[in-house]
C-alpha cells in the first residue's frame, strides 16, 4: 500500500460539515485521503512536514482552451469581436495536431503549476481525429485530471455534433486514459438550429457525458425552448459565461440542476455582458470558475476567484449606494469565492463524488500553499490566505496521490524542450492568426 501523511498543514477541506480550517494530518493511501486528523499513525508512511503550509482541495478550471496555450497573451488587447474574427475567422484551421498538442501539453503544466488539479479542457479546434487524438494525449503526458470536450471549429447551424467521433475518443484513449473523461463541447442553441441542440444534448445524455455550450449576452431563442421542452436541461448540461441571460433563465436553469461556470477577467474585458454571478446567488446557484484563453487572459484560478468576488461585492455595494445606505457588511465570502473554484467546478464537470474537496474516500488532489511567503505571512484567515495566493505560493501540487509539483518545482521531465516547441509552433501560429 502506497501511504503518505501530511503532517502540521492548515487544512481547507471545503468539505461539509468540517470546520473551515483546522489544524490536522492527512493521510494518503493509494491515489486516496484515507483519513484527516491529529497526530496520525506515521507507520509506513512517507512523512511530509508542512508545517506553515495551507493544504487546500486542488483547484477545479472548469474552462479552459489550452489549444492556444502558444498564443500567450496575444489577444490580451482584443474585443471579442477581435478575438472571434482573429482567432476563429481562419486562424484555428491553421493548427496541426502537432501544434494542439504541444499548447495543450504545455497549458495543462501551467496549469498545475498555478495548483490546478482538474481540468475541463473545451478543445473546439479538433479540425481532425488526429488533431483530438494529440489533445487527448498531451493531457495524458502533463498528469492533470481533465474532462476533454471534444468540439470541433463553428459549423453549419445544422450539422450536428460528430458522435462518430464522440464514441471512437470514448471507447478508445479516453478509455485508455486513467485520469481523464469526455465531455462534448456542443455548439449549442445559440449558434445552431433546435432540432440540432436538442439531438446534440440527447447524445450526450445517452452517453452520460457533460454537455457544454457558450453563450454570451443576447436573449435565448428557440433553441433554448426546444431543449427546454425536451426535458435536456440537467446536470450534464454546462453553460458558459451566461453573460446578461434574463433572470427567467437563469431561475429555470438553476431549477433543472444545469450548471454556470464564469470566466470573469475576459468576460469583463473583451465585453462579454456582465457575469452571470449576481443571478446564480439570487436564484441559490454557485458559479464555477475558469480562465478561458490564455491568448487574452492569464491561467491562474486564484486570480479568476479574487476577479469574481470583487466584481460580485462591487455589485452589492452598488445597490446599497443606490439606496443611499453603505453596505455594513458583505454578503459574499471568501469562503465562497475559493468553493466556485474547487467544490462548484467539480459539480459542473461531473467529478463532485471524487473531486473538489477533502474527505476520505476523495481521490488526493491537493495543493500545499506556502504561507511562510512575504505576501501571505501572518496568515491570520487561512481561507482568505488560500484565496490571496498566487502561483509564488505554490509549494507543491498532488494529483490521485501522486506528486506533480514539489519544493515550488514542476516534477516533469523536458521541460524546456516543452517550451522551445511551444515557442516555434506559437512564433509560426501568430502571423497567421494576425493577418485574418
Known sequence: ?????????????????????????????????????????????????????IVIPGLVNAHLHTWQTGLRAVGTNWTLMQYLGHMHGGGAERFSPDDLHIATLAGALNQIDC??????????????????????????????????FHGTPYRDPEEPHPLTEIDRLLHGPIEAASLLTLGMA??????????????????????????????????????WEAVRDAGLFGPLVNIVHGSDMPDAWVGTLVDAGATFTSTPENELGQGHGTPVIDALLRHGGAPSLGTDVDSVAPGTLFTAARIALAHQRGLDHAKHLDIGMPALMNAVTAKQA??????????????DDRVGHLDAGMQADLVAIDARG?????????????LHADIANVEAVMIAGRWRKRDHR?????????KERLRASGERLVQTVLEE
Open 1 to 53: 500500500m502506497n501511504r503518505t501523511l501530511l503532517r502540521g498543514a492548515t487544512i481547507v477541506s471545503m468539505a461539509p460539515g468540517r470546520p473551515d480550517a483546522e489544524r490536522a494530518d492527512l493521510l494518503v493511501e493509494d491515489g486516496r485521503v484515507a483519513r484527516i486528523g491529529e497526530r496520525l499513525d506515521s507507520a509506513g508512511a512517507d512523512l511530509v512536514d508542512l508545517t506553515g503550509r
Open 115 to 148: 495548483g490546478t488539479t482538474t481540468l475541463g479542457d473545451w478543445c473546439h479546434n479538433s479540425l481532425t481525429p488526429e488533431h483530438a487524438d494529440a489533445g487527448v494525449a498531451g493531457l495524458t503526458r502533463s498528469g492533470i485530471r481533465a474532462v476533454f
Open 186 to 223: 456542443v455548439q449549442g442553441p445559440q449558434y445552431c438550429y433546435p432540432d440540432t441542440a436538442v439531438a446534440d444534448l440527447r447524445a450526450a445524455a445517452e452517453r452520460g457525458l457533460v454537455a457544454s455550450f457558450h453563450q454570451s449576452g443576447g436573449e435565448p431563442e428557440g433553441g
Open 338 to 351: 475559493l468553493a466556485w473554484a474547487t467544490v462548484a467546478g467539480a459539480k459542473a464537470l461531473g467529478l
Open 374 to 386: 512575504l505576501n501571505l505571512w501572518p496568515a491570520h484567515d487561512p481561507v482568505a490566505a488560500a
Open 410 to 418: 514542476l516534477l516533469h521531465s523536458g521541460l524546456d524542450d516543452i
